[in-house]
């Protein structure tokens, strides 16, 4: 007999347990917002060339690939707060050790085992859907996502203020000490205040494996086509954020506070557009056509990006991707939670979490080889080649969702 979503959620405090979980999100992903932008200088530091700095960026998206749907499935199973809390844990542990890296190959095993620990958005998303009734979801995506962009306005300008590039690896130790007591904080928060939205589950006699839940949302007319959709952009999005460091600095001569502005203030534009905007349009319009908008929108500013000079249309552009992907995303997983029955939420956002981690790590191996082989500008091409595309397969899951 399967368990259903224990007494906190549907209805009465589900909005408190809705923002104290979002607060507690910010405090992490500022932790992770911290690293993100230093990763291209902090591989440069150890004279790594650029495709050992690619796959620097993709350890932690591999490890996700693994971690996603097991801590999406065993949330399941066990319930969505103890994983929380040992998958942040670990991750400060993992911030800490970062920090202390004596070489490049001890730093792609650390962040490795880094994505493994903190491959826990599918548990956040299961969470949401556990206490939130299908209608408001798009919104309540769209909240959870504000909350991490807040934390990246933050986190990459206080890392490019903390990190000094000149003394060598050294020099990243206390932003990347700062992500591991901001984890910390995280994983205490969600012990203290947040309530845990399902009941335990039995062991199933005849557990599904992954490979067969993998077979069932390949086919899906819906979740299929959100899944190959979240692969072909997220390939798109962390190639270019991999090499966009790399990038800046060679056009533009940028230094870390310079990327980290560039990405403060792409979310200071999102996180607004996400909070207040993205559930009303998706109300009004349509989850699968506002997800299409946002990609026409996205690809735009990715094919223009290469034609900036350094200034305020680079800033501008990089808000405008913001911006549109703010709008388009949490449709995605607004679109899939509709589609999947309660007792294999975490399970099916862990796959499609995992198509993503999958796409971050394929997208940031490509975009180097690219960056370094062919030219500068062309991961912004060949994302905008990639993901338009993506604007049919998001009507067409639209289609599909509206006749199921």
């Known amino acids: 007999m399967s368990a259903r979503p224990a007494t906190a959620p549907r209805d009465r405090g589900s909005a408190a347990a809705l923002y104290t979980l979002l607060s507690v999100m910010?405090?992490?992903?500022?932790?992770?917002?911290?690293?993100?932008?230093?990763?291209?200088?902090?591989?440069?530091?150890?004279?790594?060339?650029p495709w050992q700095i690619a796959l620097i960026f993709s350890a932690y998206s591999?490890?996700?690939?693994?971690?996603?749907?097991?801590?999406?499935?065993?949330?399941?199973?066990?319930?969505?707060?103890?994983?929380?809390?040992?998958?942040?844990?670990?991750?400060?542990?993992?911030?800490?050790?970062?920090?202390?890296?004596?070489?490049?190959?001890?730093?792609?095993?650390?962040?490795?085992?880094?994505?493994?620990?903190?491959?826990?958005?599918?548990?956040?998303?299961?969470?949401?859907?556990?206490?939130?009734?299908?209608?408001?979801r798009a919104g309540r995506m769209a909240r959870l996502g504000a909350a991490y962009n807040i934390g990246f306005i933050l986190g990459p300008f206080v890392g490019g203020m903390l990190a000094k590039t000149s003394v060598g690896p050294i020099g990243f130790?206390?932003?990347?000490?700062?992500?591991?007591?901001?984890?910390?904080?995280?994983?205490?928060?969600?012990?203290l205040v947040v309530r845990e939205s399902r009941g335990r589950r039995p062991a199933e006699t005849n557990p599904k494996s992954r490979?067969?839940?993998?077979?069932?949302?390949?086919r899906h007319p819906v979740i299929g086509r959100l899944m190959l959709l979240t692969f072909v952009v997220g390939f798109a999005f962390t190639g270019i954020e991999s090499v966009f460091g790399l990038w800046a600095q060679h056009r533009f001569a940028w230094a870390p506070r310079n990327?980290?502005?560039?990405?403060?203030?792409?979310?200071?534009?999102?996180a607004p557009t996400q909070f207040f905007i993205t559930g009303a349009l998706s109300r009004r319009f349509g989850e699968a056509r506002m997800l299409a908008v946002g990609m026409v929108g996205t690809v735009i500013a990715m094919a223009l990006q290469p034609l900036t000079n350094g200034g305020a249309s680079t800033y501008g552009?990089?808000?405008?991707?913001?911006?549109?992907?703010?709008?388009?995303?949490?449709?995605?997983?607004?679109?899939?939670?509709?589609?999947?029955d309660p007792d294999n939420q975490g399970q099916i956002m862990g796959l499609n979490n995992a198509a993503g981690a999958f796409a971050r790590v394929a997208g940031p191996f490509t975009a180097g080889l690219v960056f370094a082989g062919i030219s500068v500008n062309g991961p912004f091409f060949l994302g905008a080649l990639i993901v338009a595309p993506a604007i049919a397969l998001a009507l067409s899951a639209g289609r599909a969702a509206m006749r199921a």
Not at 26 to 47: D, E
Not at 319 to 337: E, I
């Open 26 to 49: 910010f405090i992490n992903m500022m932790g992770f917002g911290i690293v993100v932008p230093l990763l291209p200088f902090y591989g440069a530091s150890f004279h790594a060339p």
């Open 62 to 136: 591999i490890g996700s690939f693994f971690g996603e749907p097991f801590w999406g499935r065993l949330s399941d199973r066990v319930g969505r707060k103890p994983i929380l809390i040992c998958t942040t844990a670990a991750n400060c542990l993992c911030y800490g050790a970062l920090a202390f890296a004596p070489n490049i190959y001890l730093a792609f095993i650390i962040r490795l085992l880094g994505g493994l620990a903190a491959g826990n958005g599918s548990v956040v998303q299961g969470y949401i859907a556990d206490v939130t009734p299908p209608g408001e």
């Open 173 to 191: 130790q206390i932003p990347l000490l700062v992500a591991s007591g901001l984890a910390a904080c995280s994983s205490l928060g969600i012990a």
């Open 211 to 218: 490979w067969v839940m993998f077979g069932f949302a390949a």
């Open 259 to 270: 990327v980290g502005l560039c990405f403060g203030i792409a979310g200071l534009v999102s």
């Open 317 to 340: 552009l990089m808000a405008m991707t913001a911006l549109f992907s703010s709008v388009a995303f949490p449709n995605s997983g607004a679109l899939m939670s509709r589609s999947i």
